[in-house]
Structure formats: C-alpha cells, structure tokens
C-alpha cells in the first residue's frame, strides 16, 4: 500500500518522528510514553511508535478552542 507513489505509508515511527508529525520536541513525546499517555514499542533498542498509536493519541487530545470563544 502506497501512501504516494514514491512513499510508502509508515507503520511505525521513530520517537524523534513522532515529535516531527505533530511538531513536538523529543523530550516531550519520551514524557508522554514515559507517562503512559503515548503507547510505544521497544524492537532492540530502538523505540517505535505504532501508526496506529501515534493516530489514537492525536486523536484523543482535546480540540484547541480560543481563549475568547463565549461558552454556549
């Protein structure tokens, strides 16, 4: 399965990966695995961050609304 025709899609992503799809440092994505709010995967010594994990998580973190948006 091909994400585009020169790349393939990505099952899983390295930490400091991870921190680029959503424009986080990588201290704070080890915080969040760390803290067992992002899901991870030792392979060796390497971590990994399942596709699917790393979706569920974004997924999951509240929706940005402005500070001076009225309340209903």
């Given at each position: 399965m091909l994400g585009t025709l020169e790349q393939p899609i990505k099952k899983?992503?390295?930490?400091k990966a991870a921190a680029q799809q959503f424009d986080?440092?990588?201290p704070f994505v080890r915080n969040e695995i760390r803290d067992?709010?992002?899901r991870a995967k030792?392979?060796?010594r390497k971590v990994v961050i399942l596709d699917a994990d790393l979706q569920m998580y974004l997924e999951n973190q509240p929706d940005w609304?402005?500070?001076?948006?009225?309340?209903?």
């Open positions: 899983a992503h390295s930490v986080a440092s990588v067992g709010n992002l030792k392979i060796g609304k402005p500070a001076n948006q009225e309340k209903n």
